[in-house]
Nanobody, 122 residues
């Protein structure tokens, strides 16, 4: 069983910063990609940023230059540093892990966190 535990969300003023963390726990052998998605009210869930085990990254155009994704492979943890936040960044942010290999389990699977609310408002 793999669990993803997110933290770091909250209320911040426009122009402010937040750092999200997501720790994957369980008998994990490896994780291919770790990423963050977000879903605003009335909108579809969208990719914010993702990072592979080798460090390759991808960002949504709307967050390039403002958000930075990183990971600690030894801790199975992914981070999202969010700077210069805008009201349109308000959403529930979900952690995602893909290509997770668990000891004693055949195959690789994907998992989602429970979500953490980020609200950008004055």
């Amino acid at each position: 069983q793999v669990q993803l535990v997110e933290s770091g969300g909250g209320l911040v003023q426009p122009g402010g910063s937040l750092r999200l963390s997501c720790a994957a726990s369980g008998s994990i052998f490896s994780i291919n990609a770790m990423g963050w998605y977000r879903q605003a009210p009335g909108k579809q869930r969208e990719l914010v940023a993702a990072i592979t085990s080798g460090g390759s990254t991808v960002y949504a155009d709307s967050v390039k230059g403002r958000f930075t994704i990183s990971r600690d492979n030894a801790k199975n943890t992914v981070y999202l540093q969010m700077n210069s936040l805008k009201p349109e960044d308000t959403a529930v942010y979900y952690c995602n892990c893909e290509g997770v290999v668990v000891y004693g389990v055949r195959g690789a699977y994907g998992y989602w966190g429970q979500g953490t609310q980020v609200t950008v408002s004055s």
